[in-house]
């Protein structure tokens, strides 16, 4: 017969471990309270008898014997023991037969066996606790008596363990078959709905009840998880399918670009013109592929080896440098305004990065004749750079949207760019723990909280600007 399946469970073994251990601190226990209470009552046994043979022998001579038989008469339950012997030790009264040999004559309370003469004449042999004392004329007188109430103890308690520990132990094996099959039936439907999640059904989800248990919480945490993961899963095939569609397109342009040139080109001119937009949509498909490698690099990164202190002043100044000209070549007044000197750990160059792709959407999507601001701020224990422009602003329904790979508003989907940059923008500052919020409203307003700036102090005087720089040789600047 094959035996019950949840006898193999942990669940089980421990109840079993944890029965027995109980089994046996009870038995300990109860074993401690016999112990202790036999020992008390043989030692007021041992007083009482103390007592009584000082009572016995300070009684005349002549009334000794009558003074013992009184003490006989009035043992209802037969458990007293006395005796007097002569010197030779024959027997001259009392209820014992002959004078126990074992029984030293010092006062000294002793167990030791006897034989016990009975009401019918007969004897019975006995072990009693006894005492025994010499008297000024040579006779011995000897008090014993019977400590039964140690044995009736010891059957109350065995009876009591018998009673109580052997139903308490089976109950437990009980309670630990129920839990083992309880757990079991859990995980067994765990394992099923895990069954189906590897076999791609992505929305099923771990039970959990509504109490505060260990597997509940457990279940609650690989939900959100799997939350998580299925969020990523459905993106990560959104992403795919645009990539190979934004991929697809330049490449296309430049494989038709090609074909028609070598097909219709008759000089040098014509073919050169046919390459140069050839390079242009292999240039851009490039790019994307440049900037999708720069994301993965920067959201796999685990590292801060690169982090240091990167003060915000001087690097706005000098992406601002950069993007100067790109601003007045197509009418649009730039600003910096760094007043403080904010300084944050960081990875610079990433930092430059985001700054750059900001400013450059910023410009883009700005009219000619608009503005573009950008400041430095301290607020509520944190750094804030703020890009402000006068374009024509992010939708409150589009601000989580635009921060997707590929996303392209329908009003700006004829505006050159790839969908990119805020995405960049989002995985840096995702690395260094900053925050990145953008405002809807009349134009657009993005700022960078970076809430671990060391502390701040007013900035001198501007100083004469540095040359132009130009882009970092590091710095992928993507259009969104």
């Not at 025994?132 to 011995?140: E, F, I, L, Q, S």
């Amino acid at each position: 017969m094959r035996s019950p399946q949840f006898i193999y469970t942990t669940t089980f073994r421990w109840a079993l471990t944890v029965t027995a251990v109980l089994a046996i601190f009870v038995a300990a226990l109860f074993g401690f309270i016999y112990w202790k209470t036999e020992e008390y009552l043989i030692a007021r046994s041992d007083s009482v008898l103390a007592g009584t043979l000082n009572i016995i022998a300070a009684t005349p001579e002549e009334r000794r014997l009558i003074a013992i038989n009184q003490h006989l008469k009035e043992d209802s339950r037969s458990l007293q023991h006395a005796g007097l012997f002569d010197p030779d030790g024959r027997r001259i009264g009392g209820n014992l037969e002959r004078m126990p040999p074992e029984l030293k004559l010092n006062d000294t309370v002793q167990s030791v066996p006897i034989v016990k003469m009975l009401p019918d004449g007969g004897q019975t042999n006995c072990v009693v606790r006894a005492i025994a004392r010499r008297m000024p004329n040579g006779n011995v007188l000897v008090i014993g008596r019977e400590v039964d109430e140690a044995n009736k103890i010891s059957h109350v308690v065995g009876l009591a363990v018998t009673l109580g520990l052997v139903p308490a132990f089976f109950l437990c094996l009980i309670a630990g078959a129920w839990l083992s099959v309880r757990a079991q039936k859990r995980i067994e439907e765990i394992n099923q709905r895990v069954q189906r999640i590897i076999a791609g059904d992505l929305s099923e989800r771990l039970p959990y009840r509504s109490v505060d248990e260990p597997l509940s919480k457990l279940a609650i945490i690989v939900n959100g998880m799997l939350d998580k993961m299925e969020t990523m899963i459905h993106a990560l095939a959104g992403v795919g399918n645009d990539i190979a569609h934004d991929v697809r397109t330049p490449l296309t342009r430049a494989r038709l670009t090609l074909e028609r040139g070598r097909t219709n080109a008759t000089t040098l001119e014509q073919l050169q013109a046919v390459a140069d937009k050839s390079i242009v949509g292999i240039d851009q498909a490039l790019t994307i592929v440049t900037a999708l490698l720069r994301l993965a690099e920067i959201e796999n990164s685990r590292r801060s080896a690169g982090f240091g202190e990167v003060a915000l002043d001087e690097m706005l100044d000098e992406v601002c440098d950069i993007y100067e000209p790109i601003a007045e070549n197509k009418n649009i007044a730039l600003h910096v305004e760094a007043t403080h000197r904010l300084t944050v750990r960081g990875d610079r160059d990433l930092l430059i990065e985001a700054v750059a792709n900001l400013i450059d959407n910023a410009i883009k999507f700005t009219p000619e004749g608009g503005k573009v601001r950008v400041e430095l701020l301290h607020g509520e224990g944190a750094a804030i750079i703020r890009v402000t422009d006068t374009g024509g602003g992010i939708s409150a329904q589009e601000r989580d949207a635009v921060q997707r790979r590929f996303y392209r508003s329908d009003k700006i989907r004829n505006t050159p760019g790839v969908g990119l940059g805020l995405n960049l923008v989002t995985a840096i500052v995702k690395l260094h723990g900053f925050r990145l919020t953008i405002f809807s409203g009349p134009g657009c307003r993005v700022e960078i909280a970076c809430p671990d700036a060391p502390g701040w102090t007013q900035a001198a005087p501007a100083s004469p600007r540095p040359e132009k720089l130009t882009h970092p040789s590091d710095a992928v600047v993507v259009s969104s």
